[in-house]
């Protein structure tokens, strides 16, 4: 089937003005200022957004597509997360994450999970491991994790600086890091190590030392959550200039302090003019957000949703600042990182996976590889166990 979005005010992400766009199956067949002659026998559906922004799909590199939690016992353990959580807030690729429970969730579930989430119609991915060492893992170790599981694209998130990791040495740290890269290396993808970033006074010492002391690119080592406290934050801009690239997480209003927003991140880093290139913003959705007291006693309990992604968007435009700008960090950036070379941008040949957006910003209209999941504002296409009613 082929589709036709006409008067598309286009962000691929750069602005590319008003625009058509063939759809061909699952993939971009055309785009440009005037619509292709198309043989009159051929069945094509033509959709007129005059002349809304349309951007392409967000990318959420860190959500816990199982559920996270457990922090307080079972019960505290979150739901997995259904299909539309993520497609109402324009996410169209996701990559999955085990947190700090890594026993009663594990690498088979996860795996399990983006399949699923792919029979939905969903991109999505995950990566192996969880906040310890050693990792869980599905064949027995990470390199051949990411070489033979085609979901598993990295190792993560891996928990640093936190009282809930496993404490681990330079060594250990790096012999992760090498399987992460080596099996990049071997499969062409990401091969990166996610690490987790919590609240220690040790902040990024560990990922400087590996840095500093190893042969590994720079590249392979991708630290989130750097916003959760200021310090951190400041101490995650001086890894950018070694060549990492850093991710903000979208907390939820109620969950920032001491931090800061990823918009403010966002603003501070370029005030600062670092690399565009070098930033990234995911969501941490369906994961637990959860704060101690100095004894380690949980004080505050919360859950991620996709949904702070176009809110960090429409806060930063309220700004000022020209969405361009803004969007890499959620697509183009996170494709590059993760090597997802068929997403993040919409061009001839790449994934139909696009957002449309109203005028205040708002997610509109979702397609997902060539599928319209969401129109005006509504679900069209909920995930297999979503609104079952009770028996």
Known sequence: MFQLIKNANLFAPDPMGICDILIAGKSIAYIGAKAPDLDSCLDV????????????????????????????????????TFLSAFTLAGVTSVVGVLGTDDLTRNTHTLVTQAYGLREEGLSAWCHTGGYHLPLTTLTGSARSDIVFIDPIIGVGELAISDHRSSQPTLDEFLRVASEAHVAGLMTGKAGIVHCHMGDGKRGLSLLRQALEQSEIPARVFNPTHVNRNRDLFEQALELVDAGCRIDLTAFPGGHIDPGLSAGEGFLQYHAQKRPADGLTISSDGGGCLPAFDDEGNLTRMGVGCSSTLPETLKELVAHGVVIETVLPTMTSNVADLLRLHSKGRLKQGHDADLVVLDSRYNVRDVMALGRWHVKEGQAGILGTYENQPAT
């Open 45 to 80: 559906s033509v959709v007129d957004v005059d002349g809304a922004r349309v951007v392409p799909g967000f990318i959420d590199a860190h959500a816990h597509i199982t559920g996270g939690g457990g922090e307080s016992g079972p019960s505290s353990r979150v739901p997995p």
